[in-house]
Nanobody, 116 residues
Framework: QVDLVESGGGLVQPGGSLTLSCSAS????????LSWYRQALGKQRELVAT???????YYPDSVKGRFTAPRDNAKNIIYLVMNNLKPEDSAVYYC??????????WGQGTQVTVSS
């Protein structure tokens, strides 16, 4: 079982930047597929970034070029670096981990609000 704790959410103005952190415990991150999802009020949860164990990253078009998800396996952390934020990026952001056995874990989420 992987325990995930997100941090770094908050209020930011449009065009601004914010970095979220997800700290994992229980399993080394180098053995995990790590992803970030978000869920806006009244909408379905959507994928915003995936970092595989082989170094392959995936970003949907909605965030490509603005978001990156670097991982620091030495610290057992994955980040979500968000630039040029838009009001439509406002959501609760969740960290997700899948281990080598296919077991899935979620963090508790952190709120990001983009507003002037």
């Amino acid at each position: 079982q992987v325990d995930l704790v997100e941090s770094g959410g908050g209020l930011v103005q449009p065009g601004g930047s914010l970095t979220l952190s997800c700290s994992a415990s229980g399993v080394r991150t180098e053995f995990l597929i790590l992803s970030w999802y978000r869920q806006a009020l009244g909408k379905q949860r959507e994928l915003v970034a995936t970092s595989s164990t082989s170094g392959y990253d995936y970003y949907p078009d909605s965030v490509k070029g603005r978001f990156t998800a670097p991982r620091d396996n030495a610290k057992n952390i994955i980040y979500l670096v968000m630039n040029n934020l838009k009001p439509e990026d406002s959501a609760v952001y969740y960290c997700n981990a899948i281990d080598s056995g296919g077991r899935e874990s979620w963090g508790q989420g952190t709120q990001v609000t983009v507003s002037s």
